[in-house]
Nanobody
């Protein structure tokens, strides 16, 4: 069982920045592809970013140019740098791991999930 713990959420004004972190104690963390998802109240989890173990990344159009996913395998940590935040970025952000090391965009394609961290962007 891979355990993931997110941190770094909070309240920020429109146009501000936050950096989320997701840390795992799994010793084979570097072999997993990682993703970030956002869930707003009453909505499904939306894909935000993904990264392979070698660092190849993928973003949906709303995140391109504003969000950056990265990882430090020595620290068993994946990051999500979020800039130029908008109110519609508000939600609970989850990190997830998939053992296939592919850039996957659907929640059911991921094997393990963190507990989430709240991000609120005020207008």
């Amino acid at each position: 069982q891979v355990q993931l713990v997110e941190s770094g959420g909070g309240l920020v004004q429109t146009g501000g920045s936050l950096r989320l972190s997701c840390t795992s104690s799994e010793r084979t963390f570097s072999s997993y592809a990682m993703g970030w998802f956002r869930q707003a109240p009453g909505r499904e989890r939306d894909f935000v970013a993904a990264i392979t173990y070698r660092g190849r990344t993928y973003y949906p159009d709303p995140a391109k140019g504003r969000f950056t996913i990265s990882r430090d395998n020595a620290k068993n940590t994946v990051y999500l740098q979020m800039d130029s935040l908008k109110p519609e970025d508000t939600g609970v952000y989850y990190c997830a791991a998939n053992s296939g090391n592919y850039l996957k965009t659907r929640p059911y394609e991921y094997d393990y999930w963190g507990q989430g961290t709240q991000v609120t962007v005020s207008s």
